[in-house]
């Protein structure tokens, strides 16, 4: 059981006693044991996080989001309404996977997964980067980069705020030294 600073509804279950202090769990929410949820999360309804699944600190993990063992969140990650992430990419019912036969899928500080996105196991998803709607990721998110489709591919980039940058790598809340370090360490690999 969490400890006493983790509010847990009623109606929720949370098995784990790896849960941070001011964290919410919200109604039929299911945390099982051996998972690890950070400091100051929300936790939606109808979440399930598996044992072995990691979430870090200030994470808002909307209504639906299923997160399964080797799946590794960041701090301060938004996960939109019905995010499902996977993590084997052969699964066969009578096979039954665990541990180190599972593939491992690592979402960076601060990125942004929007509703009903799907993540095939085996990528990273980059600092900050934000991931549409509806998309399907099948490989790498490079940190800031905004990805939609499926399968997800860059059509942009996107500033630690949220906003679109431009061609001038501005972002319409002026933030241009934030920009520029992007421009040095990402923008000429791709």
Do not use: Y
Not at 4 to 21: N, Y
Not at 92 to 117: F, P, Q, W, Y
Not at 159 to 165: A, Y
Request: aromatic share 6%; proline share 4%.
């Amino acid at each position: 059981m969490p400890d006493a600073a983790v509010f847990v509804h009623p109606h929720a279950l949370c098995e784990s006693d790896q849960v941070g202090a001011g964290t919410r769990i919200w109604a039929f929410a299911h945390v099982l044991a051996g998972a690890l949820v950070g400091a100051d999360c929300n936790i939606c309804d109808h979440v399930f996080v598996e044992g072995g699944a990691r979430v870090g600190d200030r994470v808002t993990v909307k209504n639906g989001v299923l997160l399964w063992e080797g799946v590794s969140v960041g701090d301060e990650v938004f996960l939109g309404p019905g995010v499902v992430f996977t993590n084997d990419l052969r699964p066969r019912a009578h096979i039954k996977r665990t541990g180190d036969e599972l593939v491992r899928t690592v979402v960076r500080d601060g990125a942004t997964l929007g509703a009903n996105a799907t993540v095939v196991c085996g990528v990273t998803i980059g600092a900050h980067a934000f991931v549409a709607a509806g998309s399907v990721v099948t490989g790498d998110v490079p940190a800031h980069a905004f990805v939609a489709g499926n399968p997800a591919t860059q059509r942009g980039w996107v500033c630690t705020c949220g906003e679109r940058i431009g061609p001038d790598l501005r972002c319409r809340a002026g933030h241009w030294t934030e920009i520029t370090k992007i421009r040095d360490t990402t923008l000429n690999r791709t």
